[in-house]
């Protein structure tokens, strides 16, 4: 994988996108621009370029549209209701395959999984999804080889993620994997992310 020029990595945003969804894993990957060697740039962007309310009533805008977003060595979809409505809309689908020949790695966060899987980017391959809608992943796809207990499925050219924090993890084992364990654990020791629920 080139990154002459720099790691461009691109994360999707559209109307009720869940919240921690998009910002788990932009503040994530936005830190690794902090301390990567690779000269790592991560930007938002919606279809065309205006700005969007996701799930729960945070307003964003987006920093491109998907026309001068550019090439991106990673693309994060995330979900949320709104994924419901891509799932269903034919122009999304075939923009979402057309991205993925020329994305070496396509990442997804919660029920994100099922856009992929709708435009067929899952079929007969292991993924993740929110624990609430395994079974609604495999309607949309029956190929699909869903893992129950994982955080996040990598598969190498697709990264799937359980439901939204998990986004967090996903985000940190591909700074792990696209540079080093090293960067990674800096990135985290950055945002202090250490879980320890209490409750």
């Known amino acids: ?9 691109g994360i999707l945003v559209f109307d009720d996108a869940e919240e ?3 910002v788990g894993p932009f503040e994530v990957l936005a830190e690794w621009m902090e301390h990567s060697d690779l000269k790592v740039h991560v930007s938002t ?11 729960k009533g945070m307003r964003m805008v987006p920093a491109h549209s998907a026309d001068d977003v550019g090439p991106l ?5 995330p979900g949320g209701w709104g994924a419901r409505a891509l799932m269903a809309d034919p122009a999304h689908l075939e923009w979402l395959r057309l991205v993925r020949a020329q994305t070496p790695v396509v990442a997804s966060v919660c029920t ?3 856009v992929l899987a709708a435009a ?3 079929a007969g391959r292991p993924a993740t999804t929110h624990h609430h809608h395994y079974d609604e992943l495999a309607q949309v796809d029956p190929s699909v080889v869903i893992d129950t207990e994982a955080r996040f499925v990598d598969d190498g050219d697709v990264v799937t993620s359980a439901g939204v924090s998990a986004g967090i993890d996903m985000a940190l084992h591909l ?5 080093s364990d090293v960067v990674a654990r800096t990135v985290r020791a950055a945002l202090q992310y250490d879980p320890a ?3």
Do not use: Y
């Open 45 to 55: 962007f919606s279809r065309d370029g205006d700005g969007v309310r996701l799930a």
């Open 73 to 77: 060595h990673l693309l994060v979809h």
């Open 120 to 122: 067929g980017l899952l």
């Open 112 to 114: 994100g999984s099922l």
């Open 20 to 22: 921690l969804d998009v």
């Open 175 to 179: 700074v792990a994997r696209l540079e």
């Open 197 to 199: 629920p209490p409750v």
């Open 1 to 9: 994988m080139s990154t002459e020029g720099g790691f461009h990595v």
